[in-house]
Every structure is written in C-alpha cells, then in structure tokens.
C-alpha cells in the first residue's frame, strides 16, 4: 500500500475528519485530496519533487500531504514554530522547489540558491470550490519510494533529514494497530503536531489505515482539549508526558470516561506523572517508544500486560538489541545503546551520506539511547546517550535524577542537565517548576535529594523557572535550558 491509498480504507459514509467548524467523510476526504492533486499538479509539482509543508493541524494538511504524495513528491514538514531563518535553512538542504503553507513566509532568500514557489493553501480551497481542474495522470510508484523528509531538532550540530518511505510508514502504521488493537471504532485524538512522527504515524496514519474518525485540535489548551475528549466522544488519546500532568489536575473521572487508550511517547513518562493520573481517573497511560528515522514507533506495552516504567516490547517486525560499548548484546539488566532493525527504519539522511553510514549499519538503526532489558525482555530507557552527564568518570543518568525529584509534592516539573566542570569533567544542575500557588524550598528540596541519591549525583545547583523551553511536541527543550544556564551564569559575571 501507498500512503496516498489510505483515503480508500474507510467507508465512505464513516467520519474520517473531525475540525472545529467542520468534519468530512471518507467520500469526502477522497474528493478533496484527489482536488488538491489536480490543483498542484497544474501548479508544476512532478514526481521525485520535494515539497515543504508549513501548517498548523487541519484536515488541510492531511489533504496537502496526501495530495503531494500522491503525485510522486516527498513531503518536507517543518515545525511551525521556526523562524524564517530556519524554515529557510530546511527548504534549501531539502531543495524544495515548492512550499505549501497555510501563511505567507518571510524566508531568507539570501540563504536559498533557489527560493521554492509558496503555495496558499486558502488559496487552494478557493481554487479548487470554484474551478474543475483537469485530472492529473496516474503516477507508477513503488513502496520503496520516498514519502516524507523528516527533520531532526538538531540539538547537536544542524538539523538531519531523515528520509521515510511509503512502506515505512504504512508498516509502522500495521504495526501500531496491532499493538495499540485500532479498529474502525475509533476516534483518535489528534493534538499533537501533524508535523512531528508521533503525531502522522500514531494519530493520522493509523486511524486512516483502520477506516477510524480523527478528532483534529489546532493547540493544546488543557481545559479545551479535555471539554473536547468528552463532547466528541474521543477514545484514543496520545500524549506526551506534560499533557498527562494536566490531564490530571484538571479532568474529572467522568470527563475522560469514553476512553479506551491513553497512549505517551515522546519523551520518558515520569513514574510520578503515571501513579498521579491512574490515581486521579482510574486509567493507564501506555508508555512506548519511537523516533523519527524509525517512522516512529520501535516499542509498545502490550495493553494488557504493561510494566510501569518501560517501554514495553518491539512492535510487531521490528527488532531491537541493547549493546554494550564493544558491540557485545547486554545482559538482562545491563546498560546499553537501543539499536533498530525492521521495515520502518529509514532510508538515511537526505543528502548526508557520512552521517547515514554513522546512524545506519549492517542494516541496523543506532538511536543514541541508553536503555536496558528485564528478564521478560521489557525495554526500560534510561536516557539519551548525549544527555548523559560523566562526574569524575561515573555515569549519571538525568532520568534517574528527575524521577526521584518529581516525588517531591512541590514540584510540577523537572529537568536536569550536565554542565562543564574544571575538577569532575561535569556537575548536575536541576530546573524546577513549582506547582501553582507552592513555595520552592531549595534547601528542603536538596535534603529530600540526599535521602536517595548518590553524593554525585545530586545537583550542585537547583533552579527554578517559572515554565520550562518546550519544543513543538511539548517535549522539555534541555538544549534551550543549557542555553538558559550559560545565559543566567554570563549575566552574573
């Protein structure tokens, strides 16, 4: 199966797309897709064409994506949180000859050799309600084809590219239902950025996949989105791990009633987090694991046998290995990097041939994440290999610390980061967001640390902030806080 061929799942009288102001069936989905086909195709775009994507969430952008990929092109997403300079550095590496975006860019020409030819996506529905453009041709393609560039954060060095298939994706999308048992029934609420991975594999391409109904939030605004879970009658809910701290403060037992899955990606689901809304609504939180070069899901708990704290299994295909240093598989309990085999890993990094060789070898994904297994074989992360922090040669790892620290009842979040040190190589530093209307004692905080924490690894400093740099997904941004730091640490001196 193509990606574009996912229109053709659902019956066609079934909801496929649910907005604010309006919703559409199948029949209907097919019919603006296939419109948007012949408007872009009369606009120049061809086969092999990389087209940019610029769009807050909205059944536009599923018909934009769809449309392109149906012609032969490779969507490039781009967060809609960049800046023109950024936007503009993606649109050049991507060599996109056109964009389409739901508002005009200010992009830096100066930085693109051939700026790409924007694209109103009001000015396609305006178009397209008013004039029948002829049918564009039926384009041969392969599985194997190129779909979607997928752009990394680059919170090392600049952003990468990752190059996915129609075939990974589609996989990836089987596979997900499978684990997550997605059915036609379904009502899949979709919050999360339509440009990320998590959001277009697990939200969108999934409940098409099944012929199920989408649920499309333009932002997450905690109280709307809750009212929406409820009137809508949404039961999947996929989140990351911030949304769920929300979700249980502020919903009722009865508000999230309807809902069958709730499903966190992401980032690590703090311990906390998870016991805090089981306690609050009576429901589990699912805790899996992907990334983008992995279209992305790697790992799931199985619905009806979870381990609090892990990510669970393998997806169904997939194939995962924890090494050691020398290449050796770890023993059960043993530390290691998460490497990744199956038909929903990338083709590489567009453009980049050294760095694909570095990510990809002998037909196997290197995450970069450290993680182990249990005697079941159940996956526990324990965090980012670049987010480790090395103390006088001994290994902390920002997980650990944070989860003993979100225990405290003070604290609504929390985030640790490694900086430089002269005399140990690195020391910790912890950031704080107090929960509303409570005082942050550091002191306290410190002592409650030293109760469970190795000397080493507690924070040499504790800093509180009043809302953490978040990126688009709603991840913690620990790049914007090492920032934050070498900014607070030049202001002092």
Not at 64 to 75: F, I, K, Q
Not at 140 to 158: A, F, K, N
Request: with cysteine; glycine share 8%.
């Amino acid at each position: 199966m193509l990606v574009y061929e996912l229109v053709q799942q659902g019956a066609d009288e079934k909801i496929a797309l649910y907005e604010k102001d309006a919703k559409y069936s199948y029949a209907q989905l097919k019919k603006k897709v296939g419109q948007y086909r012949n408007f872009l195709y009369a606009q120049g775009i061809r086969p092999t064409d990389n087209v940019g994507l610029f769009a807050k969430n909205s059944a536009d952008f599923i018909f934009s994506y769809l449309a392109v990929v149906s012609l032969g092109g490779a969507v490039v997403p781009l967060n809609t949180m960049l800046t023109g300079r950024e936007a503009s550095f993606i649109l050049a590496d991507s060599q996109a000859r056109y964009i389409l975006t739901d508002k005009e860019l200010q992009l830096n020409t100066g930085d693109i050799v051939s700026p790409p030819t924007q694209i109103l996506i009001q000015n396609i529905n305006e178009e397209t309600s008013r004039v029948s453009y002829p049918a564009a041709p039926v384009i041969p393609m392969q599985e194997t084809d190129p779909c979607v560039i997928l752009y990394t954060s680059g919170t090392t060095g600049r952003p990468k590219g990752a190059l996915l298939s129609h075939r990974n994706l589609i996989t990836n999308a089987e596979a997900f239902s499978k684990v997550t048992e997605a059915a036609a029934s379904d009502n899949t609420l979709c919050v999360l950025p339509m440009f990320h991975s998590f959001a277009w594999t697990c939200c969108v391409t999934t409940a098409l996949y099944n012929g199920a109904s989408i649920t499309i939030v333009e932002t997450f605004s905690p109280k709307e989105v809750i009212q929406t879970i409820r009137e809508m009658g949404v039961t999947v809910v996929m989140g990351v791990p911030a949304m769920y701290s929300y979700y249980a403060s502020l919903a009722t037992p009865a508000d999230l009633a309807g809902v069958r899955l709730f499903a966190a990606g992401g980032a690590s689901l703090p311990l906390e987090i998870l016991n805090s809304f089981y306690t609050k609504t009576g429901k589990k939180v699912i805790e899996g694991y992907g990334m983008s070069e992995a279209s992305p899901a790697v790992a799931f708990n199985p619905l009806g046998a979870t381990k609090p704290g892990s990510i669970g299994l393998p997806v169904p295909g997939v194939e995962v290995k924890i090494i050691a240093g020398d290449g050796r598989e770890t023993v059960t309990g043993e530390i290691g990097e998460i490497i990744v085999k199956g038909p929903n890993v990338m083709l590489g990094y567009y453009g980049l041939p050294d760095e694909t060789e570095e990510a990809l070898r002998n037909g196997w994904l290197y995450t970069g994440d450290l993680a182990y297994k249990d005697e079941d074989g159940y996956i526990f992360i324990v965090d980012r290999k670049k987010d480790m922090v090395i103390v006088s040669g001994l290994n902390v790892y920002p997980r650990e610390v944070e989860e003993i620290i979100y225990q405290h009842p003070v604290v609504q979040e929390a985030a640790v980061i490694g900086v430089p040190d002269k005399k140990r190589g690195e020391t910790v530093r912890a950031f704080i967001v107090p929960k509303e209307g409570m005082q942050l004692n550091k002191k306290e905080l410190l002592s409650f640390l030293k109760k469970n924490l190795a000397s080493y690894k507690l924070p040499r400093e504790i800093i509180e902030v009043g809302a953490m740099p978040k990126t688009a997904t709603g991840k913690i941004s620990k790049k914007d806080l090492r920032q934050l730091y070498n900014n607070l640490k030049y202001t002092e001196s």
